[in-house]
DNA sequence: TTGCCACTTTGATCTGGGTCAAATAGCCTT
DNA sequence: AAGGCTATTTGACCCAGATCAAAGTGGCAA
């Protein structure tokens, strides 16, 4: 939570193509004053794999969004059980403003570089500039969509169908993430452990093990090493998460 | 979806205390002329127990928010299995702005009052309204939490911390909606179906009959009938949720 | 290149909650 | 007050996934 941060990108050029927020927020008729005002309370820094981000309780300093590599949202029970809530990915936001106190652990799952934002002035903008509020609502919107649809897959489907969610959500937002199509023969690294992976699911990191690797034998993946995925078999993998059509998933 | 409304509040007055969004999107220095704008474009729906509002694939024609009675969003499979990701009570947003298909059902639990604004004119409106897109952001962001919340409980709980996670809610809700305090002896209908509380918890009708009757034996609760619960113990129906303490629970 | 350590796989067993089946309890209607 | 619903409870059994245990794998530090 500490200023100390190792700047991956100069927060002083005018040019800063990494910066989701605001890239998303900021418009063509926009006054060039927003992107000034923006740029002065910026910041980036960078946290190692496995670093604490944000701690359940922390005050936040900032809010902010992930440029590059991916982190956790989850929150832990006091005797362990641990749920991810969410899943942060390049361009998606950390934190919520009006929220002094942290209610979810925040972790690096990779290294990770985030543009933050300190807090109260973000907030202050973001009562000034309606184009900010407005994107702001159309990415919790679609957080929201996102959380109830993984709702379905802890709630109602089963070890087998759950892994295949969570590979074809990877699958889907990584693709998207390159600009690259989605189709048989895609591949792309899984950036969790299977702890992680079962932290998100709401199942062990043995049924993870198990599961990955029945899909594996019955060749709807190929494993290039254990955190290297292939999928031999899109359309089968689809089947495999139970929903009716490849739509649906939002994340 | 059609606009056969049974209007039981009178959608000219100037003075509608039940409509949750101007309550909360309308503030002292608003232009007069908001309100009106507002006004123009509302109308008041009322749903009987169990009918369909809203069909996941309807087209969305309007947006809203609950006025009176308890509505359920929830997610089919194909196969049948349901999942519910949203509890409506009364103040709770219906649908979404910017989108035109429903992408979850949304059925009456109870006899339901919807206070609802045309979408198209609404959005229009949410542009130019930067109270209103900012109450909007808000909701969203609580419910976004609320969902994230309920993560934890899908995925990480058993059966009895379900069922006591879930009281707790509506207890605390029902509470808050009648501005009276939680504490022992405070007493409530449970206004779902066992089942439409299984879809709720990610169980089976059966698991939850005998979770509650568990609980009754055990003193924690005491059942009027079968859906009017008294909590005897609120301390250690907190104990029962499985959480730390009493202040996470959002929705 | 060896050894360590964290991650992953695999095996054996157990169990919470699902499934199937039947009985019971409230209800509106007539 | 009898019949016919639907909602709920209760019982018996089973199985997917948890748990416990041990072995395998691979990356990297010395």
Known sequence: ??????????????????????KRAVCAHCEMDELAQLEEIKSYKTYAP???????GDDMSFVG?????VATLSQTME?????????????????????????FDVEAATEVTLCRFKRVPFETLL??????????LEMSLDELDAAREWML???????????????????????????????????FDIKLTREAMADYLGLTLETV????????????????SKRH???????????ETGDDDDGGMVI
């Open 229 to 239: 995925v292939q999928i031999v078999d899109f359309a089968r993998l689809m089947m």
């Open 65 to 69: 969004s992930v440029v590059t590599g």
């Open 50 to 56: 496995g670093e604490m981000i944000i701690w359940t």
């Open 153 to 187: 897959v802890l709630g109602r489907k089963n070890a087998r169908e759950k892994i295949a969610s969570f590979l074809s959500i990877i699958a889907r937002r990584e693709a998207e993430l390159h600009k690259e199509p989605l189709r048989d023969g895609s591949e």
């Open 209 to 224: 093990s198990r599961q990955i690797n029945a899909l594996k034998k019955d060749g709807v993946i190929a494993l290039q």
């Open 1 to 22: 939570m500490d200023e100390t941060a190792s700047l991956k990108f100069d927060s002083n050029t005018k040019s800063c193509a990494q910066c989701p927020i605001k």
């Open 127 to 136: 009562a000034k500039l309606p184009h900010l509020s407005a994107r702001m």
């Open 79 to 103: 005797d362990g059980r641990r749920q991810m809530v969410g899943l942060l990915l390049p361009s998606d936001f950390v934190g919520r403003p009006g929220r002094k106190k942290a209610v």
